[in-house]
């Protein structure tokens, strides 16, 4: 099946600073990326749609200025958390949509904490 | 407004006793009922996609039913290493996803 990475898987920063988490197609092109956010026992929260070449769709409540989404090719986005602060600890996920088969694949997710 | 919900939250099982978990959904023009299993830590890893009313699908000791106002994933039989949260999801346009709250499945040898 269709494989979608993540790095990091996990990732530990002091509050104020930024982290980059990206996301790979790695046998596939996807033109649509998805950015998931998961709490604990909780399920997934769709943050964003990145599509490639064009700004990311957010979804209501998420701050587009404090979670840059940037799809520059076809196999990568990338999402950004500028000025982290403790409550932004959380379980990241992004999926990818094969632009042939129209299907989603999910990568694994990264362990964002923020200290 | 569209809604997809699981139940239960969480199931305990012996290992070998056979149950059902639910997902009921309330959305128009429904495109599509996928289920998924997470483990702990990592992404959610497909399972089912399920399409019309009357549709099942089986995979090892799963099996997948849906009708027009829900679907059920019934584990036969299930070992310890089926341990996981299963996710229900409904797209809802452009191939994002509305997830349901999941079910914490845990068997117990």
């Known amino acids: 099946g269709a494989v979608v990475s993540q790095h990091p898987s996990r990732v530990i920063c002091k509050s104020g600073t930024s982290v980059k988490i990206e996301c790979r197609s790695l046998d596939f092109q996807a033109t649509t990326m998805f950015w998931y956010r998961q709490f604990p026992k909780k399920s997934l929260m769709l943050m964003a749609t990145?599509?490639?070449?064009?700004?990311?769709?957010?979804e209501q409540g998420v701050e587009k200025d404090k979670f840059l989404i940037n799809h520059a090719s076809l196999t990568l986005s990338t999402l950004t958390v500028t000025s982290a602060h403790p409550e932004d600890s959380s379980f990241y996920i992004c999926s990818a949509r094969d632009w042939v088969s129209h299907e989603q694949y999910f990568g694994p997710g990264t362990r964002l904490t923020v200290t | 407004e569209d809604q997809v919900t699981q139940s239960p939250e969480a199931l305990r099982l012996q290992e070998g006793e056979s149950s059902s978990l639910n997902c009921s959904y309330t959305?128009?023009?429904?495109?599509?009922l996928f289920w998924y299993r997470q483990d702990p830590g990592k992404g959610p890893e497909f399972l089912f996609t399920?399409?019309?009313a009357g549709e099942e699908k089986e995979k090892e000791r799963l099996k997948a039913t849906l009708t027009k106002k829900e679907s059920f994933l019934h584990i036969t039989a299930p070992k310890p290493e089926d341990s996981a949260t299963y996710l229900c999801?409904?797209?809802?346009?452009?191939?994002?996803?509305?997830f349901g709250t999941g079910t914490s499945l845990t068997v117990i040898p």
């Open positions: 999801a409904v797209p809802l346009g452009g191939n994002q996803f509305y």
């Open positions: 990145s599509n490639e070449g064009s700004k990311a769709t957010y």
């Open positions: 959305v128009s023009g429904l495109r599509g």
């Open positions: 399920l399409y019309s």
